[in-house]
Structure formats: structure tokens, C-alpha cells
């Protein structure tokens, strides 16, 4: 199971079950998520009033959420007045479908990706390979989880769940007969540059992700530390950015506050080392960087959200600092919860756009609702106060039974006559509480939960006698 | 696909817009803070007001750029034969921007192979030369346009940047590089802001350096430009 999206048809009960048993991946975690967060909070402890900064952050994405359509409309035609190419993609099949037209039409039988999560969101691979073109990820994580053929455990560190050694192992069976890899980090880094650089000169289209949309120029910005975007959209013919519609900021003053938070929250850096901003496609003069700029914009399920009660999910500007200080992440990494999105911020979206899947709905269940994620978020998502309501949801729409026995509790607990007559029969019932709990319908919930035992005689019932 | 436009824009934004017309009010436990009227700026204590280009060369040694303090407005011999026999470079990539061409003779002079800028001879290149628009004293960071540079690849394919820093250029935050590009001047394709060599810790979260992009940074902070 580990390593792919397995949502379907698995719960999350035996997804966390096999993490906790993987001691390797806990290992791997503790290690590597450490680092993140102590980098994040060095970072931040250099800014004046990072408070003031988050809560600027927050009331400014809440507020281009609210003004949506008028943003992301001016973000367009700002794109195509560039010269860029903009499509309104409704869903993922949307998505793909006009990119592998557009592989098709251009003659395009190689593409090289940067880091993207709307793509993996989209699953835009198998529909470029099932048309025929090879498709090379470009981040060194990406690289190495797709010649695994896993999928990303973290938003920012997609392979963070494997170790040196078992990179060396993947990255072993990709270098010619002869020659041996050892498992230094940085050996291995430069094994994927040689490798990569071959790729990137021959791709006939590079398709990026976008970190954010600038509206008033129209502009993608990609920020990144390898380099994979910025070879992605230099040096194919053809630039295509895949962009969540919910990551358009309106002025360039809002972008310079969100990258300045981006790179301190997601590695401790105070900027990334690229942060890269394209604005239609090469110019005349321009010795080099790609004919087209193709921008994808994608909804798939984003619409829903908005103007809803757990709308503060679009504010997300994917950082990943929720996902390094959760208490749960930390012990079960990103592959447990079933889909492309883990973590705190995870466990909200996944139930509102994968929500095809009846089993994504429990994905809100995975939290301890401590709010370190929302201490962590540069733009301050309640994320526990977003769980709290998909639970209730989820609840509301719980089986006729379940809802009944809840109700005849409420029902019972608030009348005086009624309570105590509970108490009583609990008291009597004292031994079969141990029973109870084994249940075939009980059991999933009383396993790891200690039942609570009434005592022989309420307190009521002693104070009246004047016992106490 | 040829079209500029494809899908169903009015409809896409029509759902948005009917989305939020019925839009549920704010009720979450945690109250929103109030409307901003500014975008607040970002201050960080790497900055020593009294001393932007010390404040220039400290940040960028820390994110591993090589920061080269130098007098005059060109760079000095002794620090090109330097980078020269460092990086053993035979072959050289220079950007369109004046100062930088001017590197690239005197390089041609020391017997380099020196080509204009283009994908292929960026990717048999051992150095590329820019210079840049702005330098950001906070960050160590050097921004470079695609538009005075006549294109991207100088400072990206080959293994070494050599990136020229006039003083005049370096700004305190990134506020100052950022800000100003909504005010109606047409950005060029690509604009770039480069902090150090490029990274990864995709393995591990150990830092490996020279991933894709050039494995050493090399700026020349010119306090005589």
C-alpha cells in the first residue's frame, strides 16, 4: 500500500496502521521534518512583528477569496495581453485533456515537469503517457518517487518518507552497468543533474505549477531552490502553468508579503533561492525561454468550496508548515492519508475535493485538533476550527442508527427524572460495559479507549443518604 | 489550441460569482483580524540600515554565494584569473548587458571561448556572466531580467554565475524590487531572483548544492558602480 494514492478502498485506520509499523518511515520522518521546522522558526524570529505580518495575511487571502471572480478575471486578461495562452479548465479531466491535445497538435513526444501539485492533483501523467509522451519529473523528490512509482508524501519534500539508502537503491537502477552510486545526498543530487540535463535539452514542453498568479501583470510565479522551474519554462518550446485558481494574489504588494512568508514557512528560507516570474511568453531579442506560455486554470472542485463554511481551505499558499508541526503527519507521514494532499491542510481538503470518494469524508477525523498547524500557517487557516466543521458534516450525514442513539442520549441527559434514571441502569449494567464495548459496531471505536465505569452508587445517591 | 482563450470563461466565473452570492457568513472560532489597508512590509533584523552593502555581502555568504567586495566599477584582474583557474573555465557564456559583454573580452583575452548567449552554448558553457537590474540587501539576492540580459540561460545552465553587482543597484528589502512592478511598465518574460546556488534537500533535508542550476554563485559587489 505504501506509496501511492489508496484512498479508495482502504481506510484510514489501516493506512495509519501500516505507517506507525513502518519504523523506517517514522525514522526518515523524525529526521527530516525536525529540520524544517526549526529552520522555520529561526526564519521567522529575524522578522520585526511576524504576528502582524500573519494576521495582514490571513484578512488579505480571506479577502481575494471573497473577490474571486474579479481577480482571477483580471489575472486573464492580463495573461493574454502579454501574449500568453489562458485556459478556464473545469476539472482535471478538463485539465488534461487540453494539454495532451495540445502535446498532440504541437508534435510534442517528450515533456519535462517541474514540482507541481495540481498536476499530481489532476494525475496529468498517466493521461500524457496514455497519449504516448514521455513524461519526466524534474524535481529531485518528483524524480525519484516517480521512478518508484510512489507518489509525494509532503507538500514541499515529495520523497521525504524515503532515507539516503533507499534513494541510492531507486536511483541505482537508473545508472549504467559498472557504475555504482554511493548514498551521500549530495553524490546522488549530482547523479540527477547529469541525468535530468539530458532531459530538459530534448523536452518539447516544460509544464510548471504555479505558486502564485499576479493579476495586475498578468504574471506566474514559480518559487523553487533546484532549479527544475526554471529550466521547465527556459528551455522547451512550449511553457504550460497548471495553476489552482485560488492562487492569484491582485497586486504586486500582496506577492511581495506571501513570498517573504512562503520560503521562511516551507524550508526556513528568507527567500527560496528562485523565486522566478514569468510574464508571457520570450520576446523579440530574447536569445532564448519558450514561443508559447499555455496557463491552465484549474477549478475541480475549488468552486465548491468558495462561499462555504470551510472556505478559509483556498487561503492555503501550500507552504507545508502545517504538515511539519502536526502530531499526527509526524508519525504516519503523507501516504496514510490516501491522497495528494497531506497533513493538517490535507485532512480538510482531501475531504472537499477528492469528495468523489466516500472514503475521503473520515480523512477530517485525522487530527489531534491540537492547532499547532494553525501556530504554524503563514496565513493563519483555522485549520482545527475547518476540521471541527467537516466533522459535523460528516456527522449530519451519518447512518440512521447512529443518529438515533445520539438523539435518545440528548434526549435523555436533558431531563432531570431521565438522567438519573440512566445513571441507575448504567450502574446496574456495570459489568456488561466490557462487553459492550467488543460489539461488532462498537468495536472499531473502543479499541485503544478505556470505557468509562459508573460507580456502584451515584454521588446523588449518597449525598441524599448524607454520605458525603 | 490556437486560440488565446479556450473554455467556458462566463460560465467558470458565473459559478464563482453565484457561489458567493449565497455565501455562508463567518462563523469559525477564530475571528478574522480586521481589513488591511496597507500590505504591511517585512522587516528582518539581516538588515543593518547603516550598512546596506555589508548587510549585501554577509547575507548573500550565507545562503553559500561567493560575495566579492570590490573598489573600482570593473572587476579586478587578480579576481578574474582567479574564478578562471577556480573553476577551470575554458568556455564562457555572457548576457547582452554591457558590463557583462566587457567581461566576456577580457576573458576572450585570457583565452576562454567566449559566446554570445544561447541554450546550446549556455549548456557547453563553464561560466555564464550577467550582470543584474537590483540586488537585495536582506536576502542576498541579485534579480536578473530577461530583457536587459537578452535571456535566461546565463544564469542557469552553466556550472558557475558570474553575476556583476553594482553598488548603485543594491536595495534594503525586496519590497523595493517587488513593489514597483505593478506600476504599469511592462515586465520582461522572465524576471529572476536569484539567492545563492541552487539547492536541494529533497534527500533527507540535507542540503546539496548545484542541483540544476549553477552548483557556485559568484557575485561581484562593484562599490565604484
Same mark, same amino acid.
Given at each position: 500500500?505504501?506509496?501511492?494514492?489508496?484512498?479508495?478502498?482502504?481506510?484510514?485506520r489501516?493506512?495509519t496502521?501500516?505507517?506507525?509499523?513502518?519504523?523506517?518511515?517514522?525514522?526518515?520522518?523524525?529526521?527530516?521534518?525536525g529540520?524544517?521546522?526549526?529552520g522555520?522558526?529561526?526564519?521567522?524570529?529575524?522578522?520585526?512583528?511576524?504576528g502582524?505580518?500573519?494576521?495582514?495575511?490571513?484578512?488579505?487571502?480571506?479577502?481575494?477569496m471573497?473577490?474571486?471572480p474579479?481577480?482571477?478575471?483580471?489575472?486573464?486578461?492580463?495573461?493574454?495581453?502579454?501574449?500568453?495562452?489562458?485556459h478556464?479548465?473545469?476539472?482535471?479531466?478538463?485539465a488534461n485533456?487540453?494539454?495532451t491535445?495540445?502535446a498532440?497538435?504541437?508534435g510534442?513526444t517528450?515533456?519535462?515537469?517541474?514540482?507541481?501539485?495540481a498536476?499530481?492533483e489532476?494525475?496529468?501523467n498517466h493521461?500524457?503517457?496514455?497519449?504516448?509522451?514521455?513524461?519526466?519529473?524534474t524535481?529531485?523528490?518528483?524524480?525519484i518517487?516517480?521512478?518508484?512509482?510512489?507518489?509525494?508524501s509532503h507538500?514541499?519534500?515529495?520523497?521525504?518518507?524515503?532515507?539516503?539508502?533507499?534513494?541510492?537503491?531507486?536511483?541505482?537502477?537508473?545508472?549504467?552497468?559498472?557504475?555504482?552510486?554511493?548514498?551521500?545526498?549530495?553524490?546522488?543530487a549530482?547523479?540527477?543533474?547529469e541525468?535530468?540535463?539530458?532531459?530538459?535539452?530534448?523536452?518539447?514542453?516544460?509544464?510548471?505549477?504555479?505558486?502564485?498568479?499576479?493579476?495586475?501583470?498578468g504574471?506566474?510565479?514559480?518559487?523553487?531552490?533546484?532549479?527544475n522551474?526554471?529550466?521547465s519554462?527556459?528551455?522547451?518550446?512550449? @511553457?504550460?502553468?497548471v495553476m489552482?485558481?485560488?492562487?492569484v494574489?491582485?497586486?504586486?504588494?500582496?506577492?511581495?508579503?506571501?513570498?517573504n512568508?512562503?520560503?521562511?514557512?516551507?524550508?526556513g528560507?528568507?527567500?527560496?533561492?528562485?523565486?522566478?516570474?514569468?510574464?508571457?511568453?520570450?520576446?523579440?531579442?530574447?536569445?532564448d525561454?519558450?514561443?508559447e506560455? @499555455?496557463?491552465v486554470?484549474?477549478?475541480?472542485?475549488?468552486?465548491?468550496?468558495?462561499?462555504?463554511?470551510?472556505?478559509?481551505a483556498?487561503?492555503?499558499?501550500?507552504?507545508?508548515?502545517?504538515?511539519n508541526?502536526?502530531?499526527v503527519y509526524?508519525?504516519?507521514?503523507?501516504h496514510?492519508?490516501?491522497w495528494?494532499?497531506?497533513?493538517?491542510?490535507?485532512?480538510?481538503?482531501?475531504?472537499?475535493?477528492?469528495?468523489? @470518494?466516500?472514503?475521503?469524508a473520515?480523512?477530517?477525523?485525522?487530527?489531534?485538533l491540537?492547532?499547532?498547524?494553525?501556530?504554524?500557517?503563514?496565513?493563519?487557516i483555522?485549520?482545527?476550527?475547518l476540521?471541527?466543521?467537516?466533522?459535523r458534516?460528516?456527522?449530519?450525514?451519518?447512518?440512521r442508527?447512529?443518529?438515533?442513539g445520539?438523539?435518545?442520549w440528548?434526549?435523555?441527559?436533558?431531563?432531570?427524572?431521565?438522567?438519573r434514571?440512566?445513571l441507575?441502569?448504567?450502574?446496574?449494567?456495570?459489568?456488561?460495559t466490557?462487553f459492550?464495548a467488543?460489539a461488532?459496531?462498537l468495536?472499531?471505536?473502543?479499541?485503544?479507549r478505556?470505557?468509562?465505569?459508573p460507580?456502584r452508587?451515584?454521588?446523588?445517591?449518597?449525598?441524599k443518604?448524607?454520605?458525603? | 489550441?490556437?486560440?488565446?482563450?479556450?473554455?467556458d470563461?462566463?460560465a467558470y466565473?458565473g459559478?464563482?460569482?453565484?457561489?458567493?452570492d449565497?455565501?455562508?457568513? !463567518?462563523?469559525?472560532?477564530?475571528? %478574522?483580524?480586521?481589513p488591511v489597508?496597507?500590505?504591511?512590509?517585512?522587516q528582518?533584523?539581516?538588515?543593518?540600515p547603516?550598512?546596506?552593502?555589508?548587510?549585501?555581502?554577509?547575507?548573500?555568504?550565507?545562503v553559500?554565494?561567493?560575495? !566579492?567586495?570590490?573598489?573600482?566599477?570593473?572587476?579586478?584582474?587578480?579576481?578574474?584569473?582567479?574564478?578562471?583557474?577556480?573553476?577551470?573555465v575554458?568556455?564562457?557564456v555572457?548576457?547582452a548587458?554591457?558590463?557583462?559583454?566587457a567581461?566576456?573580452?577580457?576573458?576572450?583575452?585570457?583565452?576562454?571561448d567566449?559566446?554570445?548567449?544561447?541554450?546550446?552554448?549556455a549548456?557547453?558553457?563553464?561560466?555564464?556572466v550577467?550582470s543584474?537590474?537590483?540586488?537585495?540587501a536582506?536576502?542576498?539576492?541579485v534579480?536578473?531580467?530577461?530583457?536587459?540580459?537578452?535571456g535566461?540561460?546565463?544564469?542557469?545552465?552553466?556550472?558557475? !554565475?558570474l553575476c556583476?553587482?553594482?553598488?548603485?543597484?543594491?536595495?534594503?528589502?525586496?519590497?523595493?524590487?517587488?513593489?514597483?512592478?505593478?506600476?504599469?511598465?511592462? %515586465?520582461?518574460?522572465?524576471?529572476v531572483?536569484?539567492?545563492?546556488?541552487?539547492?536541494?534537500?529533497?534527500?533527507?533535508?540535507?542540503?546539496?548544492?548545484?542541483? !540544476?542550476g549553477?552548483?557556485?554563485?559568484?557575485?561581484? %559587489?562593484?562599490?565604484?558602480?
Amino acid at each position: 500500500v505504501t506509496g501511492g494514492f489508496t484512498l479508495a478502498g482502504t481506510t484510514l485506520r489501516d493506512r495509519t496502521a501500516e505507517a506507525t509499523r513502518d519504523e523506517r518511515l517514522r525514522h526518515a520522518l523524525a529526521k527530516a521534518v525536525g529540520r524544517f521546522g526549526d529552520g522555520r522558526a529561526v526564519a521567522l524570529d529575524t522578522l520585526g512583528d511576524p504576528g502582524a505580518l500573519r494576521a495582514a495575511a490571513r484578512r488579505i487571502r480571506h479577502d481575494l477569496m471573497d473577490h474571486l471572480p474579479e481577480v482571477l478575471e483580471r489575472f486573464a486578461d492580463a495573461v493574454l495581453a502579454a501574449g500568453g495562452h489562458v485556459h478556464w479548465a473545469e476539472d482535471a479531466a478538463d485539465a488534461n485533456d487540453y494539454i495532451t491535445r495540445l502535446a498532440r497538435d504541437r508534435g510534442v513526444t517528450s515533456v519535462v515537469k517541474g514540482k507541481s501539485m495540481a498536476t499530481e492533483e489532476t494525475a496529468l501523467n498517466h493521461a500524457l503517457e496514455a497519449a504516448g509522451v514521455e513524461v519526466v519529473e524534474t524535481d529531485l523528490g518528483e524524480w525519484i518517487i516517480q521512478l518508484a512509482h510512489q507518489t509525494p508524501s509532503h507538500i514541499v519534500a515529495p520523497a521525504v518518507h524515503l532515507d539516503r539508502y533507499q534513494v541510492r537503491d531507486i536511483l541505482q537502477a537508473e545508472a549504467e552497468p559498472g557504475r555504482t552510486l554511493d548514498a551521500v545526498p549530495e553524490h546522488l543530487a549530482a547523479f540527477a543533474r547529469e541525468r535530468l540535463r539530458a532531459k530538459f535539452l530534448g523536452a518539447g514542453m516544460g509544464i510548471t505549477g504555479a505558486n502564485f498568479g499576479v493579476a495586475e501583470t498578468g504574471s506566474i510565479v514559480l518559487v523553487e531552490n533546484e532549479g527544475n522551474g526554471r529550466f521547465s519554462s527556459t528551455v522547451p518550446r512550449i @511553457h504550460v502553468a497548471v495553476m489552482g485558481m485560488e492562487r492569484v494574489v491582485a497586486t504586486w504588494d500582496q506577492l511581495d508579503l506571501m513570498v517573504n512568508l512562503l520560503a521562511r514557512s516551507a524550508t526556513g528560507q528568507h527567500l527560496s533561492t528562485y523565486t522566478n516570474v514569468v510574464t508571457g511568453p520570450r520576446r523579440a531579442g530574447d536569445a532564448d525561454g519558450p514561443d508559447e506560455l @499555455h496557463v491552465v486554470l484549474l477549478d475541480n472542485g475549488r468552486s465548491d468550496i468558495l462561499g462555504s463554511d470551510v472556505q478559509e481551505a483556498l487561503d492555503c499558499i501550500r507552504c507545508g508548515a502545517c504538515l511539519n508541526v502536526c502530531p499526527v503527519y509526524r508519525q504516519v507521514g503523507g501516504h496514510a492519508y490516501g491522497w495528494v494532499y497531506s497533513g493538517p491542510i490535507g485532512a480538510v481538503l482531501t475531504p472537499l475535493l477528492a469528495a468523489g @470518494h466516500p472514503e475521503a469524508a473520515e480523512l477530517a477525523g485525522a487530527s489531534t485538533l491540537c492547532g499547532a498547524c494553525m501556530e504554524a500557517c503563514p496565513v493563519e487557516i483555522p485549520l482545527q476550527d475547518l476540521l471541527l466543521t467537516l466533522r459535523r458534516r460528516k456527522a449530519e450525514g451519518a447512518g440512521r442508527v447512529e443518529r438515533a442513539g445520539w438523539a435518545a442520549w440528548a434526549a435523555a441527559w436533558s431531563n432531570p427524572r431521565t438522567y438519573r434514571a440512566s445513571l441507575r441502569s448504567a450502574a446496574a449494567g456495570r459489568p456488561l460495559t466490557r462487553f459492550a464495548a467488543m460489539a461488532p459496531g462498537l468495536r472499531a471505536w473502543s479499541e485503544g479507549r478505556t470505557a468509562p465505569q459508573p460507580a456502584r452508587r451515584s454521588f446523588l445517591q449518597r449525598w441524599k443518604k448524607g454520605e458525603v | 489550441v490556437t486560440a488565446l482563450e479556450s473554455g467556458d470563461r462566463a460560465a467558470y466565473l458565473g459559478r464563482l460569482r453565484a457561489r458567493l452570492d449565497r455565501a455562508a457568513p !463567518h462563523n469559525l472560532a477564530h475571528p %478574522l483580524p480586521p481589513p488591511v489597508e496597507s500590505v504591511p512590509l517585512v522587516q528582518s533584523t539581516l538588515l543593518d540600515p547603516d550598512d546596506l552593502l555589508g548587510s549585501f555581502l554577509r547575507n548573500a555568504r550565507a545562503v553559500a554565494a561567493g560575495a !566579492h567586495d570590490v573598489g573600482g566599477d570593473v572587476v579586478p584582474d587578480e579576481l578574474l584569473d582567479a574564478l578562471v583557474e577556480r573553476s577551470d573555465v575554458r568556455r564562457a557564456v555572457t548576457s547582452a548587458e554591457p558590463d557583462a559583454v566587457a567581461v566576456g573580452e577580457r576573458l576572450a583575452a585570457r583565452g576562454v571561448d567566449v559566446a554570445p548567449l544561447s541554450i546550446d552554448a549556455a549548456a557547453n558553457a563553464d561560466l555564464g556572466v550577467t550582470s543584474c537590474i537590483a540586488a537585495i540587501a536582506t536576502t542576498g539576492t541579485v534579480v536578473v531580467s530577461s530583457s536587459a540580459a537578452g535571456g535566461r540561460g546565463a544564469s542557469l545552465l552553466p556550472p558557475v !554565475h558570474l553575476c556583476l553587482v553594482p553598488a548603485s543597484r543594491v536595495v534594503p528589502t525586496s519590497a523595493e524590487v517587488l513593489r514597483p512592478l505593478g506600476a504599469g511598465a511592462a %515586465l520582461p518574460a522572465n524576471l529572476v531572483l536569484i539567492t545563492g546556488p541552487s539547492r536541494s534537500g529533497d534527500i533527507e533535508q540535507i542540503i546539496a548544492l548545484g542541483v !540544476h542550476g549553477p552548483l557556485a554563485v559568484d557575485l561581484v %559587489l562593484l562599490r565604484g558602480a
